[in-house]
């Protein structure tokens, strides 16, 4: 079961595009159902109908496309190469670019289908712009006063209202609104399509060497990320486990005060006196990080820039030189 539990995780790991795509339907999913299952009560008061209605179809939207950015490992990823400092490594406004439109599209879909879903309802349409009708295009609210008018029109979407239970006029109000309303919320639907399908038939007629090269980078860049997270975490925990038989080393003759037996763990010490070469106090860890993010090394792996770009400054570090290789760059163990 763990097995399989590891390789789920690995695939959601190199699968990012998929696994955000997949968040965004169930965002979109959500934000539907949400909406069928809340209790759409409109205050019915001239001073509160605009400010429910609009409140209900605007302010989801907004929490729901904040969700998406939150939800969007990219959008960290982006952030992080916007704000990086340059080092060694010059930055791509291109790839930064296509992360932000990528960020974008997928965070707009749970919203444009909240404000599609409600414009289609028409609910909130009635709710909001029922004051707002001229009362002289209808019969009932003509002959009132302009005090009976407002009070009147913001009953529309009362259906309940003994004043309004009979009344054609409320009808004909809250059908025209309603017909607007999904005249409104039909429009955005087949605009945002149009747009779809003419952003997948003409990207061919652009360059598509660029957003190859684009979309290769900005992969590379969130692969960079989690593979050097992942060696952080394999270094810490080893780290972590020199440092307690460091700790029970120092406490032997207390415990051999207490007749407790140290010969198996010192044997298991001995035995990993090499997991852990080069870095060994908490100083070295924290310039090497300081370094990754001030110095990121050249996307160059060939021969002749393997050598480290800082050049005196990491050779008096302890792990700048690898017994085995040569290389002034730490080995993968070492991280």
């Not at 109000?173 to 017909?179: G, P």
């Not at 652009?206 to 190859?212: K, T, Y």
């Not at 996307?299 to 085995?324: F, I, M």
Request: net charge neutral.
């Amino acid at each position: 079961i763990m097995d399989r539990f590891r390789m789920i995780f690995q695939y959601f790991q190199s699968n990012s595009e998929s696994v955000m795509n997949g968040i965004c339907g169930l965002l979109t999913l959500a934000s539907i159902k949400m909406y069928t299952s809340i209790d759409f009560s409109c205050p019915c008061l001239p001073q509160y109908n605009m400010a429910y209605g609009l409140g209900i179809m605007f302010v989801p939207p907004i929490a729901l496309f904040l969700c998406g950015l939150i939800l969007n490992r990219q959008s960290l990823v982006m952030l992080e190469e916007w704000s990086r400092p340059q080092g060694h490594r010059k930055k791509d406004l291109a790839v930064i670019r296509y992360l932000c439109s990528s960020i974008m599209q997928r965070a707009m879909v749970a919203p444009a289908a909240w404000i599609i879903v409600t414009l289609l309802d028409g609910k909130c349409l009635i709710c909001a712009f029922s004051s707002s009708m001229d009362p002289e295009n209808f019969v009932d609210f003509a002959s009132a006063s302009p005090v009976q008018v407002q009070q009147l029109l913001a009953k529309v979407p009362c259906k309940d209202e003994e004043l309004m239970r009979n009344n054609t006029s409320r009808k004909a109000v809250s059908r025209y609104l309603r017909c607007w309303s999904q005249a409104l919320g039909w429009s955005i639907l087949l605009i945002l399509i149009v747009a779809a399908f003419l952003t997948r038939w003409l990207r061919p007629c652009f360059n598509q060497a660029a957003l190859l090269q684009a979309r290769h980078w900005s992969n590379y860049i969130d692969i960079e990320q989690k593979i050097f997270e992942e060696t952080c975490c394999e270094h810490s925990r080893l780290f972590a486990h020199k440092c307690i038989l460091h700790f029970f080393e120092s406490m032997r003759q207390e415990i051999e005060l207490h007749s407790f037996s140290l010969s198996r763990e010192g044997e298991g010490a001995e035995e990993d006196q090499g997991l852990l070469r080069g870095i060994t106090d908490q100083d070295q860890v924290n310039k090497l990080l300081k370094m990754w993010y001030y110095e990121k090394p050249p996307l160059d792996v060939s021969r002749a820039t393997q050598r480290h770009p800082l050049g005196q400054e990491t050779s008096s570090l302890p792990w700048a030189h690898s017994p085995r290789t040569g290389s002034k760059f730490p080995q993968h163990t070492d991280v």
